[in-house]
């Protein structure tokens, strides 16, 4: 007999002497099993828990305004984080020619902020356990002002460097403290929408950052407004602070039960009953007497290091897709696609980040649905099948060749001529030549698609990163960021956290700096099909052992990582709420075992706990490989 996390630790809340039958009607008005012969002298499992008020309850998936008028105000972390991330690229098209930058330096003023990330997130962590997520939020504010005003007046690369990274620690403390702080104050119901809205934010901030940059692209010294831009959402957000509360389970920690209480009770709203409120409470005490952990040694234990491993390999996956490589260069890359100018390219980048946001949209009205692991396996697939069939379009347009030629008259596509800092080229000749060659009048850095095979590969190149990036989006995007929020045990939370967000911008530094040199070396397809590999493995990695969390407690959610070799696939780790419940009866009939496994489902809703009986067998496995 095989028993869930679950049933090991919340057994004793199930009556013994409760009656079992495979033969039954599922009435979720009354959470009951009955048995239909029987129905007026067995049993029922509402007897054996207090009543609750359906209506009450319902108005827990709609948080009162209190809650939406702070996850706004937290998410202008997640606003400046994009914005700050994005900027760069529309930026970056009119500094290079500004400067004279080279591809490394290039790749440099990308990373800088990746590097401050790195930085911001792993450190970040600590003095959110120790001063509270409030404050981080605070700190971090004021440091997106510092870095946008150095960037904004710098005079040099490495002043403007030094801008960057330093805004690169308000990014990497914003990408921690943001979900975690969300998460920690969100009704389980609909912590997956709220804690998305963060990845709403980050995005509405890339799509404002290309918009800006595409209005001052003709703009003298354009670039410095597109910086300048940013210390204004961080001013707001510096504004709203003195009516934002510390999370309750911060407060807990410290002992203060009545503000926590005061806060939990701001969250749920007046229409829940009393009991919601105090049970959450004492789900924390719970939690914090038997977890034991709150040092950095502490990660190293099991019940620990595989959810960190889990969280890890997340944030490992959503940079190495080569996702934010699109986004930070996805101007540069569609100029080399061959739309002909730096204003038209920015406009498509606008439609990319258009394509993200909406998404990401999506995503948080289905998230809370669907779950987080069956959307991360739909996201691994869209996303190899859109980077593959983008490798293919630049074939047609750059050639399947290395980009690597002694001299510029070696070049026979535009694309790859494009990509050579030495070299311009000739629309009437098609030729391409060195930079200022006085026999050809024409040269440009622009590449027009003229023949109808370069114009189907410059289309193909559009769509399938639209498609990628929509993919991304609604799983990939977001889900590493929700999970993270709730894996962690309350002592380590933060500081598993930060190692996580630190794995995520250490990945981010690597493929940003050696993005350009790929397509340089391996070419712009090899580059796009390595991406595809990667996200190959991810894929296997998540259906082996990325757990679901939908519906389950912060305190409830580490269980899902005890019991041994226990593996996602070989069951159903996350309680499913009555509404799916009855959805899944609706579709079919059913099997006994099935119908068991539905039982199971019922007691999971009713007391929050699972229970298995000797010889029962249950159909545990995810719904993807039903």
């Known amino acids: 007999m095989l028993l869930s996390p679950l049933s090991r630790t919340r057994t004793d809340t199930i009556p013994d002497n409760l009656p079992i039958d495979t033969s039954f009607s599922c009435h979720h008005e009354q959470l009951a099993i009955k048995d239909d012969d029987e129905q007026s002298t067995r049993p029922s499992l509402s007897d054996s828990i207090p009543d609750i008020d359906t209506d009450a309850m319902a108005a827990t998936n709609r948080p009162p305004r209190f809650v939406y008028f702070v996850v706004f105000c937290i998410t202008i972390g997640g606003l400046l984080f994009g914005y700050d991330t994005g900027v760069i690229s529309g930026a970056l098209v009119v500094i290079k020619d500004d400067w004279h930058l080279t591809n490394t330096q290039q790749e440099f003023i990308v990373g800088g902020t990746t590097l401050g990330a790195i930085v911001g997130g792993l450190f970040s962590g600590y003095f959110a356990d120790r001063w509270g997520r409030r404050v981080i939020t605070c700190l971090s504010s004021i440091v997106f002002i510092v870095g946008a005003v150095i960037m904004t007046f710098s005079t040099h690369y490495s002043v403007l460097i030094a801008g ?48 800006i940059a595409w209005a001052l692209a003709d703009v003298h010294n ?9 210390a204004f959402p961080a001013v707001v957000q510096l504004c709203c602070l003195p009516w934002l509360p ?24 007046s229409k829940v009953p009393e009991s919601l409120v105090e049970d959450e409470l004492a789900s924390v005490h719970q939690s914090m007497r038997t977890e034991n952990a709150s040092r950095y ?80 396996l739909v996201s691994f697939v869209g996303m190899i099948v859109g980077l593959v069939l983008l490798g293919i379009a630049f074939i047609f347009i750059v050639g399947l060749v290395k980009i690597t030629k002694d001299s510029c008259g070696e070049y026979v596509k535009c694309g790859a001529c494009a ?20 026999m050809y009048s024409d040269l440009t850095t622009s590449c027009e698609s003229i023949t109808t095979r370069d114009k189907a590969g410059t289309w193909m190149a559009l769509a399938s990163l639209i498609f990628y990036v929509a993919l991304y989006a609604v799983g990939l995007g977001n889900v590493p960021w ?10 380590i939370r933060s500081k598993a956290g930060s190692i996580a967000t630190a794995t995520n911008w250490t990945s981010n530094f690597i ?33 082996l052992f990325v757990p679901e969390t939908k519906g389950l407690k912060l305190e409830d959610v580490q269980q899902l990582f005890m019991g041994g070799g226990n593996r996602p696939y070989r069951r159903k780790a996350a309680a499913v709420t009555p509404k799916n419940v009855d959805e899944d009866d609706n579709a079919g009939g059913h099997s006994p075992s099935s119908l068991l496994s539905h039982t199971q489902r019922h007691r999971e809703v009713a007391v929050g706990a699972t229970s298995a009986r000797a010889g029962d067998e249950i159909d545990d496995r995810p719904l993807i490989s039903r």
């Open 297 to 376: 040694r502490d990660l190293l234990r099991t019940i620990n290091l595989r959810p960190l491993l889990v969280a890890c390999m997340l944030q490992l996956m959503q940079q190495f897709s080569g996702f934010n490589t699109a986004m930070y260069y996805s101007a540069t890359i569609l100029k080399m696609a061959g739309f002909s100018s730096t204003k038209s390219a920015t406009q498509f980048s606008i439609a990319i980040a258009a394509t993200n946001m909406i998404m990401t949209i999506v995503a948080i009205l289905i998230i809370d649905r669907f779950g987080r692991r069956r959307l991360l």
């Open 246 to 269: 510390e999370s309750p389970r911060v407060l807990i920690r410290r002992g203060q039960e009545d503000k926590a209480r005061a806060i939990l009770r701001r969250v749920y709203g």
């Open 482 to 491: 929700l999970v993270q929020s709730e894996i962690f045990a309350q002592g």
């Open 419 to 438: 990509l050579d800092d030495r070299c311009q080229w000739s629309p009437g000749s098609m030729l391409c030549a060195n930079n200022g060659n006085s």
């Open 511 to 543: 493929v940003s700096v050696t993005f350009l040199t790929m397509t340089l070396h391996i070419t712009a397809s090899g580059t796009f099909w390595l991406y595809a590999g990667i996200l190959l493995v991810g894929l296997c990695l998540v259906y």
């Open 164 to 211: 960057r990274v330093v805004v690169g620690l308000a990014v990497g403390a914003a990408s921690m403290v943001v979900p975690i702080y969300i998460g920690e104050l969100a009704p389980k119901e609909v912590r997956g929408r709220l804690v998305t809205l963060n990845v709403l934010a980050i995005t509405g901030g890339q799509l404002i950052a290309y918009l």
């Open 222 to 230: 354009g670039w410095r407004w597109m910086f300048a831009v940013s």
